[in-house]
């Protein structure tokens, strides 16, 4: 008899110390996690801080919700608040990814072209065939998203007319279907082909920002490589050779290459 009364006392202990264990984790648990629910922002919060000119706050709640998810809106809202906030580099950086993701936003290209008037190296892009041009503007009009749209829209319109040019028997209709048939192909491979060249854009940035206020361009990757020019901050390059780690081959739009340091800059 006193063997089982040892017996239950001794579980009765060890489910104790069991629930005090499990009690604890809980409690950890809650403690650890409610920090993270308190900072939850949602963007309301942080455009109604931008509205109270809060622009550090909103800066904060903006960068909180991009680490949530992207998008053109964000990184146009974020930039808006690095410009009131005299960070014109930052704003740039911002206003750029926003162009990545919606190079058809013309609100995004007028702050832009505002920030860059603000820094100190004004580079004159090089001329170009106006063929190039236009081509570029047009794959601009949308992003990656509405150009994958349309060329499936434009598909299913392109099987529709080929069925109403092999199954009717009015030679106006065979006319409206097979020449119908021949647009919306030729407008399938062009969307699929600007959507794939946005898509690629954004996987495969190029484009950077200088970050220092000023660098100096060099013939090689050397610290004591040939000085060729100085660049200062906000000033956009593209990275043409980025094989090694430290140092980056760009190119500025008027055509100048040279070689400058990794740190110096932030690819967009």
Not at 10 to 35: A, D, E, N, Q
Request: aromatic content about 10%.
């Amino acid at each position: 008899m006193r063997m089982i009364c040892a017996m239950k006392y001794k579980w009765s202990i060890v489910t104790v110390r069991w629930l005090m264990v499990i009690g604890l984790s809980f409690v950890i648990c809650h403690l650890s996690f409610s920090p993270l629910r308190a900072q939850n922002v949602t963007k309301a919060e942080a455009d109604s801080a931008y509205a109270r000119q809060q622009y550090q706050q909103a800066i904060r709640d903006y960068e909180a919700l991009l680490t949530e998810g992207v998008s053109a809106e964000l990184y146009y809202n974020l930039g808006n608040a690095y410009y009131r906030s005299e960070n014109i580099t930052r704003a740039i950086i911002n206003y750029e990814r926003a162009l990545l993701l919606s190079p058809g936003d013309g609100d995004i290209r007028h702050n832009l072209r505002i920030a860059r008037q603000k820094t100190v190296d004004k580079v004159v892009p090089s001329s170009e065939f106006f063929v190039v041009t236009w081509y570029r503007a047009l794959s601009n009009l949308m992003g990656v998203d509405s150009w994958g749209w349309m060329a499936l829209v434009t598909l299913a319109l392109g099987l529709l007319l080929m069925l109403l040019y092999l199954f009717s028997s009015r030679v106006a209709l065979q006319k409206v279907g097979f020449f119908g048939t021949v647009v919306m192909v030729a407008l399938f491979l062009l969307s699929s082909l600007f959507a794939y060249q946005q898509k690629r854009m954004l996987s495969h940035r190029t484009g950077a920002i200088i970050t220092q206020s000023a660098v100096t361009v060099k013939s090689t990757p050397a610290a004591n490589g040939t000085e060729l020019f100085v660049l200062h901050e906000g000033t956009r390059v593209d990275i043409i050779d980025d094989t090694m780690k430290d140092w980056k081959e760009v190119r500025l739009p008027d055509g100048k290459e040279g070689w400058m340091e990794t740190k110096a800059m932030e690819v967009i």
